[in-house]
Nanobody, 118 residues
């Protein structure tokens, strides 16, 4: 029904930047009305919220990334982005994209690995 494909992960040095993308496709959803989110799971840790953006453009960030990460969306491309600046080794994780429809259904991408070297 809904497919999410992340891209943009990779290896970066501490202090560097990456931009993640998540493209949504499928049926029975309206991207512009959906809340999009980025989550991450580091080795040995639980998955945690990184950032969300509503259909109206309201954003929310984890305290650990405020001021460094920016979530945005392009409704003409059904795509959500996560701009990550000033990366540290603690940001190393698998980053996953989430879509929540107005009906309350949640969909997840498979994730993309971000590795930050010191």
């Amino acid at each position: 029904q809904v497919q999410l494909v992340e891209s943009g992960g990779g290896l970066v040095q501490a202090g560097g930047s990456l931009r993640l993308s998540c493209a949504a496709s499928g049926s029975f959803f309206i991207f512009s009305s959906s809340t999009m989110g980025w989550y991450r799971q580091a080795p040995g840790k639980q998955r945690e919220l990184v950032a969300t953006i509503t259909g109206g453009g309201s954003t929310n960030y984890a305290d650990s990334v405020k001021g460094r990460f920016t979530i945005s969306r392009d409704n003409t491309k059904n795509t959500v982005y996560l701009q990550m600046n000033s990366l540290t080794p603690e940001d190393t994780a698998v980053y996953s994209c989430n879509l929540k429809t107005v009906a309350g259904n949640n969909y997840w991408g498979r994730g993309t690995l971000v590795t930050v070297s010191s």
